[in-house]
């Protein structure tokens, strides 16, 4: 047999074809991640609403995934993790029946089951391993990217959101009236990008991974991850969000130790050394950049308004609590007893304009801290049934990275991005609450934190690992 005959056949149509195939489960998931980028109704953020075509995106990956379970006839969740969302339903169920308003209770408790309960549950059911997990992730920081464009535009072109009288604060395509929205996806693209470069590389490609998908597998996704890692951070510097900033700085803090004190360190100097060349060599360290780093150790002693208004919403909250301290005030009740609590030093709200908006006086009808709105809201109840699983997700996160990484598994890579995720999201409530068209991305992030934390897994390998 001649040399050219014995040598095999490479057919990439069928590796293609299946791999086209297993995304199929998960379109209606990526068909949210792609409608973020959609403006909101009204143009550029008007402040008429936060029903967008992600949030309707979001109902159709509910039927599929549920029906999906359904047609499958097998048990989709673990008994922990459904117990988890069945106790946070229970809680919004309570507080729902808590509000004054029947309008206010029914909005209320299909926003609160949608966001932590519905989405994160079909995006728990849609992940059935580690690839689609991956996939999910690299749409997610394909999104970061866009809207990281836009936002530079914005502020190169003096295009964006209001700030300090200049039109230069980068807010994607999200509006003015979520100013909040593109720096939350440019820093979960920050996060999940830094989850993917930390991750270490596999020697061997993975079971039933054909050669050539392997290659690019592992040969070529920490070079992008890093690639998009160092990208990221100028558009969430333009966003001028000092709470993103300190959400992506603690979650990354907390990837670079998980994977190795030393490296952390060695990462850190590097990082520092791009930031110097990013605020003096590129002009991303403006006076009013520098202004607003600045103010973050300001808190305190001169607070600025934003900052007044922060603290006396969250003395409303607290004063809520205490007088409603097992049930809260009901869902949706924060603005109707928002004056009965608040401080004299509360201003009446906040001014958006720009990005394409007209000038908008935009009340200030929550707390912008999601746990004092459980407690105000909800109370107690909330604080056990909601607040507690999101302990929960952490607890069992944090132990399976832990596992994984002694087993030396194959998904440390997801085990950090779900971890990261999750820790960017419970320090940022610290700062900001649900609210407008990026809302919808807070039950993704969830779903995929819960995929790690308390997703049914396969141990391969004889027990070797919690990959699957």
């Known amino acids: 047999m001649s040399a050219v005959a014995a040598a095999p056949r ?69 008994p922990f993790a459904a117990g988890l969302f069945a106790l946070a339903g229970v809680g919004i169920a309570v507080a729902a029946t808590g509000a004054g308003e029947v309008s206010d209770a029914l909005p209320g408790m299909a926003r609160y089951l949608q966001i932590f309960v519905l989405v994160p549950v079909s995006v728990l059911l849609l992940v059935r ?14 999104l970061a990217l866009f809207e990281g464009g836009v936002g530079v535009h914005q502020y190169l072109t003096v295009t964006g959101a209001s700030y300090m009288g200049e039109d230069i604060r980068a ?24 989850g993917l470069a930390l991750a270490p590389g596999a020697r061997t490609p993975e079971p039933g991974v054909r050669v050539g998908r392997g290659v690019w597998a592992w ?3 920490r070079p992008l991850a890093l690639a998009c890692a160092a990208v990221l951070p100028l558009p969430l510097a333009l966003s001028f969000s000092r709470g993103a900033w300190i959400a992506t700085a603690v979650a ?53 308004q934003s900052v007044t208004d922060r603290y006396t919403l969250w003395s409303a909250a ?8 097992v049930t809260g005030v009901g869902l949706k009740g924060f603005p109707a007893h928002r004056d009965s609590h608040a401080p004299l030093a509360l201003s009446s709200g906040s001014d958006t304009a720009g990005a394409g908006a ?12 999601m746990y004092l709105l459980v407690l105000s809201e909800q109370g107690l109840v909330g604080v056990c049934t909601l607040v507690a699983g999101w302990g929960a997700l952490v607890v069992c996160a944090v132990r399976r990275l832990y596992v994984a990484g002694r087993a030396g598994a194959g998904d440390i890579d997801c085990a950090l991005v779900a971890t990261g995720l999750l820790v960017w999201l419970l320090v940022d409530f610290f700062y900001g609450d649900i609210g407008g068209p990026s809302t919808v991305l807070t039950a993704v992030v ?17 027990g070797r690992g919690l990959g699957r």
């Open 129 to 142: 391993d580690r690839h689609d997990f991956r996939v999910v992730t690299g749409a997610l920081v394909a």
């Open 446 to 462: 969830l779903g995929l934190a819960a995929w790690w934390a308390v997703g049914l897994r396969e141990v391969p390998d004889g």
């Open 358 to 369: 007209a000038f908008h006086r935009q009340p200030l009808l929550s707390p912008h801290n």
């Open 10 to 78: 490479v057919t990439a149509g069928p590796l293609t074809s299946r791999a086209a195939r297993r995304l199929v489960h998960l379109l209606p998931l990526l068909a949210v991640l792609a409608l973020l980028a959609v403006p909101p109704p009204g143009g550029a953020g008007d402040g008429s609403g936060t029903g967008t075509l992600a949030d309707a995106a979001s109902g159709v990956l509910v039927l599929w995934a549920f029906g999906s379970a359904l047609r499958a006839g097998s048990r989709p969740l673990t």
């Open 318 to 325: 607290v004063g809520m609590w205490r007088e409603s301290p």
């Open 252 to 304: 990354c803090g907390v990837l670079l130790l998980l994977s190795g004190v030393r490296r952390a360190l060695l990462i850190v100097v590097a990082g520092a050394a791009l930031a110097v060349v990013l605020v003096g060599g590129v002009g991303a360290g403006t006076a009013l950049l520098q202004e607003r780093l600045s103010s973050i150790t300001q808190v305190t002693d001169a607070p600025d």
């Open 219 to 221: 040969g070529a996704r």
């Open 171 to 194: 807010v994607g395509t999200f509006g003015a009236s979520d100013i909040m929205g593109m720096a939350t996806v440019v820093a979960y693209g920050v996060v999940g990008a830094v």
